[in-house]
């Protein structure tokens, strides 16, 4: 079975300053797709980043990246240039794409910012 | 990025009636569609896997019965709860994963469904 977790329930960090939501996650497969995701309080699912498992570059979108460690099923990800807007609740997910596909979510980890 | 469309936004229904929620991808074909519950300030917890044309595969615990998914179509899929109870008040979300190939997937989401049984 496939298991994701997110060790931190809350997180906060001052604005402009950078933080690190962890993630593990379990699985014996080996093609799947790693993602976070953000949800505000509307609670609509917003894609932060993506990360295809049998890329080993670490993806990037602008203020976000993850550090992809496939060997340890680690996939954090850092917010630099903390921003207001970025406070939500994020969750870490793992989609197998292969055979029984699945969608998987962590417990969440939620992110306040101080101006 | 791919549109999914979750109806209705909310719905209040009596204890003992059936609720259909709908979830269309209004852009993509959708092979697979993932039906999520969420409690207040948890994370989204897997019902069950939809797949066109072929039954749905549950996640242990959750009820076949009280729970119906239908996946007619390649745009479509609903999820009904039947014989509704108060227990079954939550935050219901759907979501589609893009088709294979070229590289790219991704699961895109509805808006959600608040349900209120009273």
């Known amino acids: 079975a496939q298991t994701v977790t997110q060790s931190q329930p809350e997180m906060s960090v001052q604005e402009a300053e950078t933080v690190t939501l962890s993630c593990t996650y379990d699985?014996?497969?080996?093609?799947?797709?790693l993602f976070w995701y953000k949800q505000p309080p509307s609670r609509q699912m917003i894609l932060v980043i993506r990360?295809?498992?049998?890329?080993?570059q670490n993806a990037t979108e602008n203020r976000f990246s993850v550090n992809f460690q496939k060997a340890a099923k680690s996939f954090s990800l850092k917010i630099s240039d903390s921003q207001l807007g970025d406070a939500a609740m994020y969750f870490c997910?793992?989609?197998?794409?292969?055979?029984?596909?699945?969608?998987?979510f962590g417990q969440g980890t939620r992110l306040t910012i101080n101006p | 990025g791919a549109v999914v469309s979750q109806h209705p936004s909310w719905v209040i229904c009596k204890s003992g009636t059936s609720v259909k929620i709908e979830c269309r991808s209004l852009?993509?074909?959708?092979?697979?569609m993932f039906w999520y519950r969420q409690f207040p300030k948890q994370s989204l917890m897997l019902m069950a896997t939809?797949?066109?044309?072929?039954?749905?595969?549950?996640e242990q615990g959750v009820e076949k019965d009280k729970f119906l998914i239908n996946h007619a179509s390649l745009t479509l899929s609903t999820l009904t709860v039947t014989s509704a109870h108060p227990e079954d008040s939550s935050f219901y979300i759907c979501?589609?994963?893009?088709?294979?190939?070229?590289?790219?997937?991704?699961?895109?989401f509805g808006q959600g469904t608040r349900l209120t049984v009273v």
């Open positions: 699985t014996s497969e080996s093609d799947y797709y």
């Open positions: 939809s797949n066109e044309g072929s039954k749905a595969t549950y």
């Open positions: 852009d993509f074909q959708a092979t697979t």
């Open positions: 979501s589609a994963a893009t088709p294979q190939g070229g590289g790219s997937t991704e699961a895109f």
């Open positions: 990360q295809e498992a049998y890329k080993q």
């Open positions: 997910a793992f989609l197998l794409i292969q055979g029984a596909q699945k969608l998987v």
